[in-house]
T-cell receptor, first 116, second 113 residues
Framework: AQTVTQSQPEMSVQEAETVTLSCTYDTSESDYYLFWYKQPPSRQMILVIRQEAYKQQNATENRFSVNFQKAAKSFSLKISDSQLGDAAMYFC?????????????FGSGTRLLVRP | DTGVSQNPRHKITKRGQNVTFRCDPISEHNRLYWYRQTLGQGPEFLTYFQNEAQLEKSRLLSDRFSAERPKGSFSTLEIQRTEQGDSAMYLC???????????FGPGTRLTVL
C-alpha cells in the first residue's frame, strides 16, 4: 500500500522569505501523480501544484515550485516570497496512475506560519 | 458560488443516533469523493462515485456507513448508530472527467457526544 509522510508538523517563515516543506512517499508503482493541497483556516482545501511521475521537469506555479526526486521518493514544496495569505495547512497527496482509482492518499500535513 | 457545497456544516449528535450529510458537487462534475479528516491528520479516502455508480470503497467504510448518489448529481453519506470515534470532518470533493484536480467542499464537522 502507498503511504505519504510529512515529517514537519509545523514550519515558520518570515514574510517575503522562502520556505521548503518536505514530503516523502512509498510506492512500488512507476506511474502516479503527486499533489500539494493548501487548507487555509476554516476554508476549503485547494490545489497548489501537481506533478506527473513520468515528467522529469519539476512543476512550477508562480511562487510555488516542487523538487521531485523520483528515485528518492521525495516531493518537496518550495514557496518563494512568502505572503501572509500563505499561512495554512499544507498536505502532500499521492494518486495512483491506474485509471480505475482516483482516490488521493494524503500525508498528515504541515502547518505553515508566516511571520509579518 | 458554484463550488462544492456541503450541508450541514456542523452536526452534533448523541452516540447511537443516525446522521446524514449531503454534498452538492460542481455542476457537470461526474466524479464525487468522500473523505474523513480527524484532528491533526490528513483526509482519508472513504468512497468514490463516477456518476451514480459507487466504484471504490475504503475499508474505513464500515457497515454503519452508506453513501449514495442516486441520479449522479448530489450525494449523501449516512452513518448509522454513531460512535464517538466517528467524530471528524467529512469532506466531499468532485472532479470532471479528464482532470486530476479534486475540488473540495467546506466539510461537515460531526461531533458525537
Amino acid at each position: 500500500a502507498q503511504t505519504v509522510t510529512q515529517s514537519q508538523p509545523e514550519m515558520s517563515v518570515q514574510e517575503a522569505e522562502t520556505v521548503t516543506l518536505s514530503c516523502t512517499y512509498d510506492t512500488s508503482e512507476s506511474d502516479y501523480y503527486l499533489f500539494w493541497y493548501k487548507q487555509p483556516p476554516s476554508r476549503q482545501m485547494i490545489l497548489v501544484i501537481r506533478q506527473e511521475a513520468y515528467k522529469q521537469q519539476n512543476a512550477t506555479e508562480n511562487r510555488f515550485s516542487v523538487n521531485f526526486q523520483k528515485a528518492a521518493k521525495s516531493f518537496s514544496l518550495k514557496i518563494s516570497d512568502s505572503q501572509l495569505g500563505d499561512a495554512a495547512m499544507y498536505f502532500c497527496a499521492y494518486r495512483t496512475g491506474m485509471d480505475s482509482s482516483y482516490k488521493l492518499i494524503f500525508g498528515s500535513g504541515t502547518r505553515l506560519l508566516v511571520r509579518p | 458560488d458554484t463550488g462544492v457545497s456541503q450541508n450541514p456544516r456542523h452536526k452534533i449528535t448523541k452516540r447511537g443516533q443516525n446522521v446524514t450529510f449531503r454534498c452538492d458537487p460542481i455542476s457537470e462534475h461526474n466524479r464525487l469523493y468522500w473523505y474523513r479528516q480527524t484532528l491533526g491528520q490528513g483526509p482519508e479516502f472513504l468512497t468514490y462515485f463516477q456518476n451514480e455508480a459507487q466504484l471504490e470503497k475504503s475499508r474505513l467504510l464500515s457497515d454503519r456507513f452508506s453513501a449514495e448518489r442516486p441520479k449522479g448529481s448530489f450525494s449523501t453519506l449516512e452513518i448509522q448508530r454513531t460512535e464517538q470515534g466517528d467524530s471528524a470532518m467529512y469532506l466531499c470533493a468532485s472532479s470532471p472527467t479528464g482532470l486530476d484536480e479534486q475540488f473540495f467542499g467546506p466539510g461537515t464537522r460531526l461531533t458525537v457526544l
